[in-house]
């Protein structure tokens, strides 16, 4: 039996994953697995049994990540599962800063009389905008979101400059030919209309758009950050704005010294905020943490590196280290001591840390508890699992945690 505490609005479709007769839904303190959106866990207690974070989410800016690295907790997101409703978002953003809308319908509410239709077309003329066809964006980060508002403002008919050093290959596959590439973060500042942010809060992207970056943006530009308010000097952006340099700064994060800024549009973090992207992120984060929760697979974690092998042997040891040498030799020699055979075993790295999987034929339980601990007390073992497949109608090899 595996406990899951949730945080925030969870879609009903990714809960209801959790079978009663495995898993147990907010009943502890002490839970195996999180589930959650932005609920900042940054200075809270980490569980003792805590063994994975799911985001319902991209950003996992709110979990303490080096704090989960070392305890050997993985933390997992949904990458792609909101990157449709983001994206139109921004495209709707894009519009609304291009042609005043919001403020054309706000005046015609004002409107009353017979003679509506006459001032309507007589003041027409306080809202007319620009067109995006034609005009150049640039987009800093070119991830699920990025790309896909790369592909369709080009549709729109701008021309669109993307900039992302540290692009994947898998996502590179996903950009139009005619986005261009640019080698420098000067380059969309200094030359685009228009300026779109779509990478991670991570300490090296703090501030990224600081003063001395906001200075080069050209004159009368619009700046759109939907990604979080941390990556964007704020106080810059306000100088900016009030100094006419910027035109607008559309967000997505509210931030008090933005409200009442004339040309700051501020939303109440709406980017995932549709049913759709809230039903895939649910979705993704359960089967993401119930896989790993039962089989001690890794799939899209962010602290540590993505390990499927596939479950077949009675017991797995799942074993989370830092990246350090020789681990695998030592767990072998500690396996080879006790004359246990080794059945499969997958070892991965990620940065400063590493996870193994082993798989072990049935051998009795204080043998095994002796192994776990023999293994536990290596250095630079972050955490040890015990795992049992569980027996599913359907043959699935899942699994149960088992204390040793
Ligand atoms: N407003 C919302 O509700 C909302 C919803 C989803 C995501 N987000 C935010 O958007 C961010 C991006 O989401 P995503 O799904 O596209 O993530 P992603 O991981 O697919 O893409 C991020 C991209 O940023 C790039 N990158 C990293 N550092 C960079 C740098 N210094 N310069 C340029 N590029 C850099 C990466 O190479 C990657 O391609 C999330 O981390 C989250 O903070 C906000
Ligand atoms: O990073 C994300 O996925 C977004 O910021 C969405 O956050 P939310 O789940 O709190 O709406």
């Not at 003063?211 to 080069?216: L, T, V």
């Not at 759709?276 to 697979?297: I, P, R």
């Not at 070892?347 to 002796?370: F, V």
Request: glycine share 8%; aromatic share 6%; net charge negative.
């Amino acid at each position: 039996m595996f406990n899951i505490n949730s945080y925030n609005e969870i879609a009903a479709e990714g809960l209801e994953l959790f079978e009663k007769e495995q898993y147990a839904l907010d009943v502890t303190d002490d839970p195996d697995g999180i589930l959650l959106r932005s609920a900042d866990l940054h200075g809270t207690v980490l569980p003792l049994q805590l063994k994975g974070i799911a985001r319902a989410g991209a950003g996992t800016n709110n979990i303490p990540l080096k704090e989960c690295s070392e305890r050997g907790i993985v933390v997992f997101n949904t990458p792609g599962a909101n990157a449709n409703a983001v994206k139109e978002l921004v495209l709707a953003s894009l519009l609304l800063a291009a042609r005043p809308i919001l403020e054309g319908a706000m005046w015609a509410k004002t409107l009353k009389g017979p003679d509506a239709v006459q001032k309507a077309e007589a003041e027409k003329k306080r809202f007319v905008g620009s067109e995006l066809a034609g005009k150049r964006l640039g987009v800093i980060g070119l991830g699920s979101i990025g790309a896909m508002v790369a592909n369709d403002a080009y549709r729109l008919g701008m021309e669109v400059r993307g900039y992302d050093p540290y692009l994947s290959v898998d996502t590179a596959w996903k950009i139009s030919r005619h986005v261009i590439r640019v080698e420098s973060i000067e380059e969309v500042l200094e030359t685009c209309d228009y300026i779109t942010v779509h990478v991670p809060l991570m300490p090296e992207t703090a501030k990224m758009i600081d003063a001395e970056s906001i200075q080069r943006i050209k004159k009368n530009a619009v700046l759109l950050n939907f990604s979080r308010g941390g990556l964007v000097d704020i106080e810059a952006v306000v100088e900016a704005l009030e100094e006419r340099r910027l035109a607008q700064y559309m967000t997505d994060f509210v931030d008090e010294r933005l409200l009442g800024i004339e040309g700051a549009v501020v939303l109440p973090h709406l980017g995932a905020a549709t049913a759709e992207a809230e039903t895939n992120c649910s979705v993704m984060a359960a089967e993401t943490l119930k896989y790993f929760l039962e089989t001690g697979n890794i799939r899209h974690s962010v602290n540590f590196p993505h390990v499927e092998m596939a479950f077949r042997s009675p017991i797995r040891l799942a074993i989370a280290n830092r990246n350090v040498t020789n681990r695998i030799g030592q767990m072998s020699a500690i396996l080879a001591e006790q004359g246990i055979n080794i059945v499969n075993i997958l070892n991965r790295s990620k940065g400063d840390y590493a996870y193994t999987l082993i798989d072990i034929d049935e051998i009795d339980a204080d043998q095994l508890g002796h192994i776990a601990n023999k293994v536990r007390q290596l250095e630079g073992i972050l955490s040890v699992r015990v795992i049992r497949p569980l027996n599913r109608k359907e043959g699935i090899a899942h699994g149960s945690d088992q204390s040793v």
